[in-house]
Nanobody
Framework: QVQLVESGGGLVQPGGSLRLSCAAS????????MGWYRQAPGKERELVAL???????NYADSVKGRFTISRDNAKNTVYLQMNSLKPEDTAVYYC?????????WGQGTQVTASS
């Protein structure tokens, strides 16, 4: 089992920045990839960014050039630096960890970009 704890969400004006963190605990040796998904009201959950243990990264087209995902394998923590936030980035952001057999989700953290 893997447990994920997120932090760093909040309210920011459009154009502002936020940094999300997600710390994994438990069977962290089994994690092959970690990342972030988001879900806006009335919409399906979508991939934001994913990073493998080896450092391969995948971003959603909508966040390329604005968001940066990074990972500290020693701390079992993944980060999402979000710059130039737009109102359409408003959503609940969920941390995700993929192991060989299962996927795990954090509890979610609200990100709101609004004036």
């Amino acid at each position: 089992q893997v447990q994920l704890v997120e932090s760093g969400g909040g309210l920011v004006q459009p154009g502002g920045s936020l940094r999300l963190s997600c710390a994994a605990s438990g069977s962290t040796f089994s994690i092959s990839a970690m990342g972030w998904y988001r879900q806006a009201p009335g919409k399906e959950r979508e991939l934001v960014a994913l990073i493998t243990r080896g450092g391969n990264i995948n971003y959603a087209d909508s966040v390329k050039g604005r968001f940066t995902i990074s990972r500290d394998n020693a701390k079992n923590t993944v980060y999402l630096q979000m710059n130039s936030l737009k109102p359409e980035d408003t959503a609940v952001y969920y941390c995700y960890a993929q192991s060989l057999r299962s996927g795990y989700w954090g509890q979610g953290t609200q990100v709101t970009a609004s004036s």
